[in-house]
């Protein structure tokens, strides 16, 4: 188990610091006058983000495990080198090996009133599951300030790489039954619930059980009047968008979601299913979400 004691760290701007998080696990905090955000370094998990003068953006399970090798319920995990159980559902890690590898924070800096975090991954340094790449590298670089801005590079070693990637971000909502996701209407998805192909029909209204790919590119909105709030998510380098949310008797099954399943929506930029990314040797592929706050 890594300690904050045994972490090394670069110099850290003013309103930066290391603290001991849930179960010890060492996390870096971000307090200013702009934002108030935590990540991390166990899966480069951003946890929690508030710009000034908004209540928290992210949803955080109560009752979430925070130990070494498990995954963080809530927040925005990692999902890679691949997502769920892979294509073709054989991968022996749901969702990869990334949300729950220590990363290393390899640079932190102030930028105006944002705090710029670039965090660093080597698949020779990881617990890779045996017979998956390992000659994997990866870069995350965290912006937090009005916006939040996650832009994620993996890198393929010399025998290049499949795969697939996931910001599973949980965005917290008054009531998950009373928001609509606006800009995914006319794209055509995959409904793992059903497993059906179906084409969105004006805006999504959650009503049950719900686990959509869709094949969107553009801009996803979860508007929640509730709140008076709007979450827009905009992205780069992403031809998937996923919405996820498990209703009741799916959570009951999950001891680190329980009752709270209402509190939250995952619409998550991802390349998945179709479409996987393909990388020949020593190849990047960068993936950027970028979060804002409106109010209604």
């Known amino acids: 188990m890594t300690h904050t004691d045994d972490v090394q760290l670069p110099e850290l701007p003013d309103g930066v610091s290391l603290v001991e998080g849930e179960g010890g696990l060492p996390a870096v905090a971000v307090h200013t006058d702009s934002v108030v955000a935590q990540v991390y370094l166990q899966g480069a998990h951003v946890t929690s983000w508030a710009p000034a003068g908004a209540t928290e953006v992210l949803w955080l399970s109560p009752t979430s495990s925070f130990a070494p090798g498990k995954a963080i319920r809530g927040g925005v995990p ?5 997502f769920g159980p892979g294509r073709d559902g054989d991968k022996p890690v749901a969702h990869g090996w990334f949300r729950t590898a220590t990363w290393r ?3 932190a800096r102030r930028d105006g009133g944002d705090v710029v975090l670039r965090f660093t991954l080597s698949g020779a340094d990881a617990q890779v599951p ?15 300030g009005r916006e939040l801005e996650l832009a994620l590079t993996i890198t393929a070693g010399v025998d290049g790489l499949l795969m697939e990637e996931a910001l599973h971000s ?3 909502v008054s009531d998950v039954r009373g928001v609509r996701v606006e800009g995914l209407a006319g794209h055509r ?3 793992k619930v059903s497993d059906s192909q ?4 004006g805006d999504l209204r959650l009503a ?15 508007v929640d009047e509730g709140s008076g709030r709007r979450i827009v998510v905009a992205k780069e380098g992403s031809d998937s968008t996923v919405v996820w949310n498990p209703w009741e008797a799916k959570a009951a099954e999950s001891a680190d979601i329980g009752d709270a399943w209402p509190g939250f929506v995952c619409v998550e930029v991802a390349n998945a299913l179709d479409h996987y990314v393909v990388l020949g040797p020593e190849m990047p592929h960068t993936m950027v979400a970028t979060v804002r706050v409106e109010s209604l």
Do not use: I, K
């Open 78 to 82: 990692l999902c890679a080198p691949w």
């Open 105 to 107: 924070l390899a640079s």
């Open 130 to 144: 045996a017979g998956e790449p390992s000659n994997v590298s990866a870069e995350y670089v965290v912006r937090v």
């Open 170 to 172: 949980y965005f917290a």
């Open 189 to 191: 998805y995959t409904d």
């Open 198 to 201: 179906e084409v969105q029909s």
């Open 208 to 222: 049950g059980r719900t686990d959509r790919v869709y094949d969107h590119s553009r801009v996803a909105t979860v």
